[in-house]
């Protein structure tokens, strides 16, 4: 089992910034990738952001050069820089890791970011 642990959220304004972070603790071994997802009332979760154990990272389009995910695989962390937020960038950012065949998240964390 991994416990992730997500802190960072908060509320902020339309071109503010923060950083959230995301501590992996328990069997870590092996873990292949980490990242973060994210989801408002209504809609599915979504990819924000993702990188490997080979620190291949992977955005999705709407957050392409404002986001920027990192690792620190000693410490087995990951963490989200966010800059240039928008008011649509308001949901619940899970922590998201993936050990072979198995998925585990956080508990999740609100970002809002006011107009």
């Known amino acids: 089992q991994v416990q992730l642990v997500e802190s960072g959220g908060g509320l902020v304004q339309a071109g503010g910034s923060l950083r959230l972070s995301c501590a992996a603790a328990g069997s870590i071994a092996s873990i292949v990738s980490m990242g973060w997802y994210r989801q408002t009332p209504g809609k599915q979760r979504e990819l924000v952001a993702l990188i490997t154990s080979a620190s291949n990272t992977n955005y999705a389009d709407s957050v392409k050069g404002r986001f920027t995910i990192s690792r620190d695989g000693a410490k087995n962390t990951v963490a989200l820089q966010m800059n240039s937020l928008k008011p649509e960038d308001t949901a619940v950012y899970y922590c998201?890791?993936?050990?072979?065949?198995?998925?585990?998240w956080g508990q999740g964390t609100q970002v809002t970011v006011s107009s």
């Open positions: 998201y890791a993936r050990q072979g065949w198995n998925g585990y």
